[in-house]
């Protein structure tokens, strides 16, 4: 049933609240090249161990075994958590899909309608669930803080998916 619960992932991240749809894909911290990140992707470049810390500088090698090793396992106990039945075989394809495209990809656009999405008088307890529970677990994985309005810096909706205004 990998259509309903990526559907459902899909859908159920349109409801996030707008204060959390801000981000970017998880950035390297500091100047390329440098950083405890950095350093990590350097020594780690053609090892097959998880990096302990997130960079775009990693290999796609790299950031595969770290998706996999890091952030699949806890995200699947958190996603198990809100619905373990529907969530029972989360995986990377959950939100890369069945061709392991990137999530904006994969997943769906958000799309704010007067400064609030669309889907989210629909669903108001998946709300409650993404902004408690998926967006501070991935801004922990990936080393940021949760998206704030007012810096306009953190981890939100938009590492994840593509965002559209109504």
């Known amino acids: 049933m990998r259509a309903s619960a990526s559907s459902f992932v899909g859908f159920s991240l ?5 204060w959390a749809c801000g981000g970017s894909q998880p950035a390297a ?4 090249g440098s950083g405890p990140a950095a350093g990590a992707a350097q020594a780690a470049e053609g090892n097959t161990e998880a990096p302990e810390a997130w960079s775009d500088t990693l290999s796609d090698k790299q950031k595969a ?3 996999k090793e890091k952030v699949v396992p806890r995200m699947s106990k958190v996603f198990q958590a809100y619905n373990a039945k529907e969530y029972e075989n989360f995986d990377c394809k959950t939100c890369h899909g069945p061709q392991m495209k990137e999530p904006h990809e994969f997943l769906p656009a958000l799309t704010m309608k007067g400064g609030k999405f669309t889907a989210a008088e629909k669903e108001p307890e998946v709300v409650k669930f993404m902004m408690e529970k998926v967006m501070p677990e991935m801004a922990s994985l990936f080393g940021k803080e949760v998206y704030d309005p007012a810096t306009k810096q953190g981890f939100g909706c938009a590492g994840c998916h593509d965002m559209k205004m109504e």
Request: net charge negative; charged share 10%.
């Open 14 to 18: 349109l409801a996030v609240s707008l």
């Open 29 to 32: 911290s500091g100047p390329e």
């Open 65 to 67: 075994v770290f998706m």
